[in-house]
């Protein structure tokens, strides 16, 4: 009896039975399949799985694979099942272990990468404030290297400055010590040259009267004064002699010497002696005491040429003036400012215009001549030079180096030609001309131009008082003051100046005018204004001055770092 056969494609089994039969012919084992390709290894260019053979995905994400079906030999090669029976091999399915082993190992890794960026992010993130504290530190230690340095410049300045002060005085007493010597030497060579001169004036007054001579001067009546008395002045009381008058010259130095400046002033002008300084006046005004004091004993009798000299030098003044210039003569806008309104009176004119009215430059006016276009051209004087003043200027002239025995002046005649020819080879307008032109345009307002030294124009008062109104009127950097006087404007100001306790820096002036406001047009556009408010005359002007000197004094103090003041606007580089 035979036992069954196995199923083809199958292993034989082992057959345990009690008869002993003939055992069939053994078949021969079947070769192991080839090994299946990597799960790992993507699928091929084409797009098939080397599990299912099918595309569009990747062996380890096999559908087949998840399902529980094995490799079932349908990719590409040899594996199938037709070289070796109908059985087929069977991939076995990983273990969940591993999987969830995999899984963990994946989680882990994932925590030590985050791990580690978190930890290198806040390294940097410490870096970072590392480095910015140490740039604070560097900038508060640059501050106090700073502050120190200045504390050290200032106070080497101040050090030096106290060493200049010092030598300063040093030098001061030594100049003073030097002015006293030389004081002392030039008191001793006057006192010999008064000497040596009293020697010589002695000799030659033993040939003639040795006491001082005395005249009576003739009274000079002026006008609108009371008549000067006839009584002499009254000589020296020192003695007539050469000690005294050496005694009477040094005593009157010293108490000269004594005296301030602003009394010396007074002394020299009503002596009318001109200050120089006051070395120089002490000087001249012991002179002119000791010619008094002594007066015919050292120089003798005053001729009565002289004598009507003096008597004509305190009625006559003479004044030497400057010609005017073209502008001053021609212009009229401050006068004009005056006015309450201005009224159109540009309608006769034939002048250029703009918008309705007269508006152009002086040169591009007819009736002005070439001369009158530069406003800064002076004009000759309508007086002219006399003749007689030019002989007198030639006798005066010569007298100084020539005795007047050796020359003789000519007459007035010999002058006349050269003052006329001089006056024709003239090339400027005189001011008579000057004033008829004023006379002519005097409806129109002639201003200067902005910027343009010599520039003058032609323009209606309507025009002008339309730059004052747009200036000063309609403009609110300005308060409009109606109802209301000057006089009692100044008084308000007076009153707020003390309420404030500024008259402590500086006194009110009492002679104290409000600014005459004007205009000038601009030289690139006549149509714009440029405002002009003089404070000449401002109450608080001298307060103003010493307040804003402190203010400068004080800011040189500051570091230059932390304000921007300039005394001229050339220090702005």
Known sequence: MYPPQATPGAYPGNYDGSAHTPS????????????????????????????????????????????????QGQGRGSYGSGSYGQAAYNQPRRNEDEDRMNRLLSFVENQQLEAAEKKRVDQEKKRQEEEKQRLEEAKLR??????????????TAAQAFAKEMAALEEKIKDHVNVKITVSEEKSTKLQDSLMRFLEREADAGERSAATP?????????????????????????????????IYFVLELRESMQ???????????????????SKAQAIKDLVATEARVAYDGWLTGAESDESKKDDGRSGLVRVVWK????????????RETAREETGKCTCSKDQLPRVEGHVLTRIAQCSLVPMFMHNGKNILQ????????????????????????????????????????????????CSEERARELACRLNHLVV???????????IMCPATYHHGLQMMFNLNAAYHQVSGQSEKEVLARLRTEFKKFGLDKLGEWNPAAELGRAYVLPKHKDLTRWRPIAPANAEGSKTAGRRLARALNFLLERVPKVRHFNLKATTLLK
């Not at 301030?260 to 120089?276: D, G, H, S, T």
């Open 24 to 71: 069939p012919a053994p078949t021969p084992p079947l070769p192991p399949p080839p090994p299946p390709p990597p799960l790992s290894q993507p699928a091929a260019p084409g797009g098939a799985c080397y599990n299912c053979g099918e595309y569009g995905h990747y062996a380890r994400d096999c559908p087949h694979r998840q399902n529980g079906r094995g490799w």
């Open 142 to 155: 640059e501050e106090a290297e700073k502050r120190w340095t200045q504390t050290i410049m200032e106070a």
């Open 447 to 457: 201003v200067p131009v902005d910027r343009n030294p010599g520039g003058m124009v």
């Open 381 to 428: 004087s309508g007086v002219g030079v006399k003749p007689m003043e030019v002989q007198r200027a030639v006798k005066r002239s010569l007298g100084m180096v020539m005795r007047r025995d050796m020359y003789q002046v000519a007459g007035e005649e010999c002058f006349q030609d050269i003052v006329l020819d001089q006056i024709e080879a003239r090339p400027a």
């Open 322 to 333: 400057k010609n005017k210039m073209v502008e001053q003569t021609l212009t009229n806008h």
């Open 213 to 245: 001579i005395t005249k009576k001067r003739t009274a000079i009546t002026r006008k609108g004064k009371e008549p000067a008395s006839a009584e002499p002045k009254k000589g020296a009381v020192a003695s007539s002699s050469k000690q005294g008058v």
């Open 258 to 276: 004594l005296k301030q400046a602003p009394e010396l002033k007074r002394m020299c002008k009503v002596k009318n002696i001109r200050w120089v």
